[in-house]
């Protein structure tokens, strides 16, 4: 994407004044904050702007003749509009408003597939996606007799892209697979995958929940068909996503859910569809979600992005150097293009007693399978414990998990 001039310089200290909850205590111990992939906290622009919303603006969208009714139908396609800009989607009516990854991947699987999949047809996945980007599909093969095929990964956690491109045949209907795992970190060579599956005009959908917040996405330049993220993990709320569709499809897809806005003309024999975004976004959406989700944009596009990636791939080397450094623990995902994600294993201890410790120290790790059963089964391991990094983390944080595990090593072994 082009780069503006009037970008603010990153500086990781300002970044973090932004944070009001970078300033509390954990368990009398300062808040070390390392758990922002599973949902990243929110700069006080964006929480004002949900207060100011709530205080002066609210009202039901689409519907009414009257001010506030207008006035917040105005904010809620003006965020559409930001967001479009953010991935550089090429129509506003391509980004559809979900409640977060989950539900646009579940759209897909169930308005792609109810239309394009019949028995025998294959849809790819990897071993490494989260739950969200599985059973929607494994739900939808149920329904309709297709078949899941798994693109296997190797120890370091990458993609096979060999067996990849072996397995796309004609019944392949569409790849799902994650940009960014969650768990291992790996950034996948999504324009290969993009351009190996379109040589064939097989639709891909990227599960971008664990990219946006590391770096920018231009869904043009790109060339995916869909692309799925959470608004929390993006420094915006919960409980809002987007599903960006190329307009082609969304057009050939039956609506997701029924219901107000998402119609054109109901009666008892018939009804038809209104158009594109609002065929899929039945119902009153979260209009606050949708226009905080645009202020969260508004927050990171502020920075250059090259010295988000720089100065995260900066923690990420010193933290993956100062843990491998400590005795007996080994990194899960050494994938050689990672986003800011380590899962780590403490031989010997398990990695729910690891995070207790730390949480003793006021320290936010995730322990557990992530959310990525088969991929934890691939490694032969109940789960791991994770430090995801965003912006607002700095060296001083890596130093404090370090000093923890260390403790916890003390402790357990
Ligand atoms: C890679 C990935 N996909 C999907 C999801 C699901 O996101 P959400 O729970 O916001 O729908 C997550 C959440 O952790 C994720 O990391």
Same mark, same amino acid.
């Given at each position: 994407?082009?780069? %503006? ?80 800009? !953010? ?7 391509? =980004? ?29 996945? @990897?071993?490494?996606?989260?739950? @969200? ?47 960014? @795992?969650?768990?291992?970190? %790996? ?16 639709? =891909? ?33 919960? &409980? ?51 226009? &905080? ?6 927050? =990171? ?50 990695? !729910? ?35 995801? !990094? ?14 923890? =595990? ?8």
């Amino acid at each position: 994407m082009s780069k %503006t001039t009037a970008k603010k310089v990153f500086d990781v200290a300002q970044a973090r004044k932004e944070f009001p909850i970078l300033e509390r205590t954990v368990n009398g111990h300062p808040l070390i904050y390392l758990d922002s992939g599973a949902s990243a906290q929110k700069p006080q622009s964006v929480i004002d702007c949900i207060a100011r919303y709530y205080r002066e603006q609210h009202a039901n969208i689409h519907r009414g003749v009257h001010h506030l009714s207008q006035q917040a139908t105005q904010a809620y396609e003006d965020a559409r509009e930001k967001i479009r800009q !953010f991935i550089n989607a090429e129509h506003a009516h391509e =980004v559809l408003f979900t409640k977060g990854t989950t539900d646009g991947i579940n759209l897909v699987a169930a308005a792609f597939g109810r239309k394009f999949l019949a028995a025998g047809d294959q849809i790819i996945i @990897s071993t490494m996606e989260h739950h @969200s980007n599985i059973v929607p599909w494994q739900m939808i093969c149920e329904q309709t007799g297709a078949m899941l095929k798994i693109i296997p990964i190797n120890k370091r956690g990458e993609l096979l892209m060999d067996e990849y491109e072996s397995m796309l045949n004609d019944r392949t209907k569409l790849i799902a697979v994650a940009h960014v @795992s969650n768990s291992l970190g %790996t950034i996948n060579p999504v324009e290969d995958i993009i351009k190996l599956a379109h040589q064939r005009d097989i639709p =891909v959908l990227l599960d971008g929940a664990q990219a946006v917040p590391h770096k920018r996405v231009d869904v043009q330049a790109l060339n995916v068909d869909f692309f799925a993220f959470s608004g929390h993990k993006l420094f915006g709320p919960t &409980g809002v996503g987007i599903l960006y569709g190329k307009q082609a499809l969304l057009n050939d897809m039956p609506p997701y859910q029924g219901g107000g806005d998402m119609i054109e003309r109901v009666t008892f024999e018939k009804t038809t569809y209104n158009t594109l975004p609002h065929k899929f976004e039945a119902g009153t959406p979260n209009i606050v979600g949708g226009i &905080g989700l645009g202020a969260a944009v508004d927050f =990171v596009s502020q920075y250059d992005e090259q010295e988000i990636v720089a100065h995260e791939q900066n923690i990420l080397a010193y933290a993956t150097k100062k843990l491998t450094d400590i005795d007996g623990v080994k990194i899960v995902g050494t994938a050689a293009n990672k986003a800011s994600v380590i899962s780590f294993l403490l031989d010997g201890t398990h990695p !729910f007693d690891v995070g207790t410790i730390l949480d003793q120290l006021g320290i936010a790790v995730r322990t557990g399978h992530h959310c990525t059963q088969p991929l934890m089964d691939f490694y032969g391991i109940p789960g791991t414990a994770r430090a995801s !990094f965003a912006l607002y983390n700095n060296r001083a944080d890596v130093d404090a998990l370090v000093a923890g =595990v260390r403790r916890a090593a003390a402790m357990l072994l």
